[in-house]
């Protein structure tokens, strides 16, 4: 089956008009973010935040006009609404992000859930990448679902999505309604990521208000069905990801993953800082290489310090949740798609992780109380 071009997508978008404007959405310049993947089709319509509503059934229309292109399999379109300089009114501003207790923000009312049958959503962010935030995030999943929780798996990282890889799967996810996406699924847990609709070297050149469309999607546009709990790996930092799930998505906690020197600690304070402005738990911090022992003669080394994740939960009254070690195995489970949680359980990297996952359950339950009230988690 041939490919549909870029070409093709936008003289069939040519066809759709928008209702009031006297002219088509590709001459509007309204269309943005094409994204071609075998025969699923994704990209943003940009409108006027106040018309937003009201265009829905354009929407609609362009995705048809696509569907009928020779070779289309699925069309996902979603709506950016964006205001422009000068427009009929400012967008709001973001959090103040200064000094300790100022700017505090409240997170919203959340009209419609987005994941209405998830009892808990967790998120695993840090405050900056190459700190194992994804091997983390894939592992504590694999855990709970070890343990007997209904969960699933959202990376979230729209720029580097790695869950694919890190968890064996490949392949599209499929669509029968033509609306809905059903999630992938490995090892018990069910995944999605943009990198199932993307190449895997494909870059993704959006701007802030299409990676907030684009996750509003992957969490209510798919068919997650009932969850115990929804692992959702961010992206690194603390930019418009993270505030939209924060202020959109009703989390019951953040972990945080930090390395234990102190440029990463860094980083990690104005995570929990940020998740902190906007109202949301910190369930607790993952010190990750927290050691390196020698698999020949045992010896430990601390290669990037030790305790400083410690000293950091210390400062901020929140719970040490793990000390992951530095080690090879986790390396090559992780990049051969088959979690060390899975693939090794018995291990003592695989038991870390899933004393983690004991940790976040116990820790939901006790300030959920109906979000995580069965079953109870035992690790033997």
């Not at 569907?67 to 400012?90: F, H, K, M």
């Not at 997170?107 to 209405?116: D, N």
């Not at 996810?173 to 999605?192: C, F, N, W, Y």
């Amino acid at each position: 089956m041939t490919q549909p071009t870029n070409d093709q997508i936008l003289n069939a978008l040519r066809e759709v008009h928008h209702p009031s404007r006297g002219s088509d959405i590709v001459s509007l310049e309204m269309v943005s973010g094409i994204v071609v993947k075998g025969g699923n089709v994704g990209f943003a319509l940009n409108v006027d935040p106040d018309e937003a509503e009201r265009l829905e059934p354009m929407r609609k229309r362009a995705e048809d006009a696509v569907r009928a292109i020779d070779g289309v399999l699925s069309c996902s379109v979603v709506l950016t609404a964006e205001r422009a300089p000068g427009g009929r009114g400012p967008a709001a501003p973001p959090p103040d992000m200064g000094a300790p207790g100022a700017g505090r923000q409240q997170r919203p009312e959340v009209q419609k859930p987005l994941v209405p049958d998830c009892r808990a959503i967790v998120a695993v962010a840090s405050g900056k990448g190459g700190v194992g935030k994804s091997t983390t995030a894939v592992n504590l999943a694999m855990g709970l679902a070890a343990s007997g929780l209904k969960t699933g798996l959202l990376d979230a990282d729209i720029y580097g999505p790695s869950v694919p890889r890190m968890t064996g799967v490949s392949g599209r996810p499929t669509s029968p309604d033509g609306q809905r996406l059903k999630p992938m699924e490995a090892h018990g847990v069910k995944i999605m990521s943009m990198g199932f609709l993307v190449e895997e070297d494909a870059p993704m050149i959006w701007r802030g208000p299409m990676v907030q469309s684009a996750l509003q999607q992957m969490l209510g546009d798919v068919e997650w069905g009932e969850l115990d709990v929804l692992v959702v790996d961010m992206p690194p930092g603390t930019g418009d990801a993270q505030l939209t799930m924060a202020q959109r998505v009703p989390l019951a906690g953040a972990v945080i993953v930090s390395t234990p020197q102190d440029i990463a600690l860094l980083d990690a304070r104005k995570a929990i800082n940020m998740f902190r402005r906007v109202d949301v738990p910190i369930l607790g911090i993952v010190e990750n290489m927290s050691y390196f022992c020698c698999p020949n003669c045992g010896h430990r080394a601390e290669i990037f310090a030790h305790g400083g994740a410690r000293g950091c939960a210390a400062q901020f009254g929140v719970e040490l949740l793990a000390e992951i070690p530095l080690d090879i195995a986790i390396r090559e489970t992780s990049d051969a798609g088959n979690p060390i949680v899975v693939s090794d359980p018995e291990s003592a990297q695989a038991r870390a992780y899933s004393a983690l996952a004991a940790s976040v359950a116990a820790t939901l339950r006790d300030r959920g109380g109906d979000a995580m009230a069965a079953p109870k988690i035992v690790f033997e």
